[in-house]
Each structure stands twice: as C-alpha cells, then as structure tokens.
C-alpha cells in the first residue's frame, strides 16, 4: 500500500458536525456561568463573587467570553484567509474578497481583545443630535464601513454557489442582529435611564447584553460551520478531526467525497 494512502487512512479528522458541537458545548457551558453570575449579582447583591461576576459576564471586557469570542474570530479570519489561498489558484479575479473578508475578522478579533468600538465612541461622545437607538456613538461609524463593504462585495456574494450564500446570509443575519440590532435596543434602554443613577447596570440591560453577546457567538460559530463543510465540498481538508468515523449522514457523504477527491488530486 502506498505511503500517502497508508497516511490517510490513519489520519484523524475532526467533522465539521463535531466542530460545530463542540463550539456549542463551549457556547451553552460560558451562557450557563454567565447566567448564574447574573443570578448572584442582580438576586444576592454581590457584584464581584471572588471575582466570579467579572470572569463570567458576557458585558464585561477581558474574561472568558470575550476569549472565546477572540477564538471564534480569529477562526474565522484564518478559515477565510485558507479560502482567499484555495480561490485564487481555483478562481482567479474573485479572490480578493475572501482576503478583504479575512482582514476585517482579523479587524473584529483585535476590536473585541482591546475595545477599539469604544474607543471610537469616546472620541465620538455623546451627541444630542442622533436618535436614540444610536446611543452608542462607535455604531455611526461602524455601520458606515458595513456599508460600504456590502455593496462592495455584493457582486462576489451572488457569485457563490447557493449553499453558501444561504448560508453566510443565515449566520451573517444572526451575528448582525445581536452585534447591531441588540446595541441599538440597548441604545434605547439606557437612553430612557436616569443618567444620574448610582447603579449604572440594570437587570434589563444584562439580559439585553446576555442576547447581543449569544447571537454574536452562535452567528461565528455557524459561519465557521458554513466554511468548514465548503471545504469538504470543494474536496479540501482542512485541520485535523476528532472523529474517525462521522456520524451523521450529511458528514458520511463529506467524508466521501473527501476521499474521492484525494484520490484524484484533491479536486472533484
């Protein structure tokens, strides 16, 4: 038997499936301790918990949820940034918008490690002159470029196969709801406070942050789902599996055409 056939079957290959389960597992267990610390601080009273309430909370800068989040996005960038690598020898001339797309997750990585939107915010300030569902200034900005790159990348959007446009438009639309659409309700929460309260936090605007925080996690993790079985289709590996044997039919008939595909110089 050849080396490199030896070389695969031996191989361990970790499923988009179990990929996409374990990113849940991880999502649920931080949503779980987020939940709870919610319960001691808003039902018992106790904002720090031995520094529990800081480490859990999905509002809070620099603990676990925000990792997690840094690894989703980074993820991302480096799957987009594979991509950007396999469609510019597949598909020359529609390339450049999976580096574009690689950078601007690398962008959000660095964002969500060191809070650069609020720092834009504070440049910005708070301005009487824009509604209230723009509360938080960075959102002017931030929408700006979103636009921007929308229109610019819309012709290399429809150029997708249809599975990929659904679904980079599903996790797309769902990271977007909670990144945008819960910052500008919350906008409007905090807006109708008394910005003169001794407790700036409120129940109602933890659970709002608790959602924005959720929909952002569950949209990366999906997208990364999304890109990890367009690898498979296109006949690519990419990474290393946990699992030896899939188990759902949808990864059986990834797993075969993986296998064709290598054995016919790793394209269909």
Same mark, same amino acid.
Request: proline residues 0%; without cysteine.
């Given at each position: 038997m050849p080396k490199t056939e030896t070389a695969l079957k031996d191989m361990i290959t970790l499923t988009p499936s179990a990929v996409l389960s374990l990113l849940s597992l991880c999502f649920l267990a931080l949503l779980a301790a987020n939940t709870a610390v919610l319960f001691v601080s808003h039902a018992l009273g106790y904002d720090i918990a031995l520094g529990l309430v800081p480490l859990f909370h999905f509002d809070f800068e620099n603990n676990l949820p925000t990792l997690y989040s840094g690894i989703l996005l980074v993820s991302c960038a480096a799957l987009l940034f594979v991509s950007w690598r396999i469609?510019?020898?597949d598909k020359p001339g529609l390339h450049l918008a999976w580096l574009v797309l690689s950078f601007g997750f690398l962008f959000m $990585? $660095? +964002?969500e490690m060191f809070g650069i939107h609020e720092m834009a915010g504070s440049l910005i300030g708070r301005r009487s002159d824009v509604p +209230? =569902? &723009?509360h938080f200034t960075w959102l002017i900005p931030y929408l700006a470029a979103l636009g921007i790159i929308a229109v610019a990348l819309s012709f290399w959007f429809f150029r997708l196969d249809r599975w990929t446009q659904i679904w980079f438009a599903i996790s797309g639309s769902i990271y977007l709801f909670g990144a945008v659409g819960m910052e500008m309700i919350s906008g =409007?929460?905090?807006s109708s406070l008394d910005p003169n309260r001794e407790e700036w936090r409120t129940l109602t605007g933890d659970l709002m942050a608790t959602?924005?925080?959720s929909m952002e996690m569950i949209g990366l993790s999906l997208f990364i789902y999304t890109l990890s079985r367009r690898? &498979?289709? &296109?006949?690519r590996v990419i990474g290393v599996t946990l699992v030896r044997v899939p188990h759902r039919a949808s990864d059986v008939r990834a797993s075969r055409r993986f296998e064709?595909? *290598?054995k *016919?110089?790793?394209r269909y």
């Open positions: 469609e510019r020898s $990585f $660095f +964002d +209230d =569902v &723009l =409007v929460h905090y959602f924005e925080e690898f &498979l289709r &296109l006949g064709y595909a *290598n *016919n110089g790793g």
